[in-house]
């Protein structure tokens, strides 16, 4: 599917539609990764900083041509490492020229995104090295560890590499801006290096369990203090490993967690004075039309569920009907308001 998106047209259809779909599922912030193709990823940044109308701020976002060199279809692998590089700095240079909107902080950044190891030959692991030496504030974001077979093939490639988190961080990339995808089967090693340098993971459950491809031990993570970590709250002071989390946890995931993922907690994951307003406004009522929340001639009100059970119905029973309104950087993008 990702060859179509050499056809720009193709390409912006299909972005406009996911970009869409994703901020009226109430996703504020998102790390996009995009196709190889320059001109489909432009455009991608382009719907996302705007959705089309230059009244409309658009998403807070991440967006990242993939870097892939080898071991991949013929007809979707990049023709050299100079050339992936080139074209990543092309794609650097047309988000940081996108016209800022109601604040001096840019809502669309680049990000650097090598597929994965297995994907990239050593010399172009190198030069994106050598462009997040040169960029350090630019976000980088690639998979680690999604499946054990994965995990093989990466040492046989990088056999000098104690660990897949060390070939990362033989090339430079592995640093306190870095968001690794997945992580399901890290070592201990790889664990206590990402720890030392502050890098971030993201895991997604849904994906994972689709994939069969693991999951994520998120609690340790959190007990040894790896980004999403500094939770205060911990169940029964045991710390999370092998703990269910708890409902403030989960909170805390999807907000200040995440934005502490993405190098963002001082702009936005909380209220806090002086921090860009991102949020959403939810709707649990019956009137909302997702009858999964409270079941038939139910409503919030008529329960003693409060706050906290109003949350937890929403976490696991809510979609986008319950979106209301989307906010970012205090203005109104998505949600059934709109």
């Given amino acids: 599917m990702e060859v179509k998106f050499a056809d720009v047209d193709l390409a912006n259809r299909a972005y406009h539609a996911v970009v869409r779909r994703i901020i009226d599922a109430g996703t504020t912030t998102c790390c996009y990764y995009g196709s190889q193709h320059l001109g489909a990823t432009k455009v991608l940044a382009d719907i996302v900083h705007s959705l089309g109308s230059p009244q409309l701020t658009g998403q807070r976002a991440f967006v990242g041509k993939c870097n892939m060199d080898r071991n991949s279809a013929p007809n979707y692998t990049e023709a050299s490492a100079d050339s ?39 010399p172009l692991l190198s030069g994106l090295g050598d462009l997040a030496r040169s960029k350090p504030s630019v976000r980088i974001q690639t998979h680690i560890s999604e499946n054990k077979l994965e995990i093989q093939f990466t040492k046989e490639l990088f056999p000098d590499s104690q660990s897949y988190a060390a070939v990362y961080d ?24 990402i720890k030392e340098r502050n890098a971030g993971i993201s895991h997604c459950p849904t994906s994972n369990f689709h994939l069969n491809s693991g999951v994520a031990p998120v609690g340790e993570f959190l007990d040894r203090g790896i980004k999403p970590c500094r939770l205060v709250e911990t169940t029964k002071g045991a710390g ?12 805390y995931l999807a907000t200040l967690g995440g934005a502490r993922v993405c190098d963002l907690e001082d ?11 991102d949020a959403l406004v939810v709707d649990v009522r019956n009137s909302a039309g997702n009858p999964a929340l409270w079941g038939v001639d139910s409503e919030p009100a008529n329960t003693d569920s409060g706050l906290d059970g109003m949350l937890e119905r929403f976490f ?23």
């Fill in 267 to 277: 702009q936005i994951g909380s209220f806090a004075p002086g921090k860009s307003f």
């Fill in 84 to 122: 992936s590089i080139q074209d990543t700095q092309a794609l650097i240079a047309h988000i940081e020229a996108l016209p800022r909107t109601n604040s001096d902080i840019p809502l669309v950044l680049p990000i650097l995104t090598p597929r994965f190891a297995i994907s990239c030959t050593a």
């Fill in 240 to 251: 999370y490993k092998d703990q269910q989390l708890s409902l403030q946890a989960l909170l």
């Fill in 316 to 338: 696991f029973c809510g979609d986008d009907r319950n979106i209301s309104s989307v906010y970012v950087q205090g203005r109104l993008i998505g949600g059934t308001s709109r």
């Fill in 170 to 193: 033989s090339f430079g990339l592995l640093r306190g801006n870095t968001i690794l995808a997945h992580a399901c089967h890290l070592e201990e090693d790889e664990m206590a290096l």
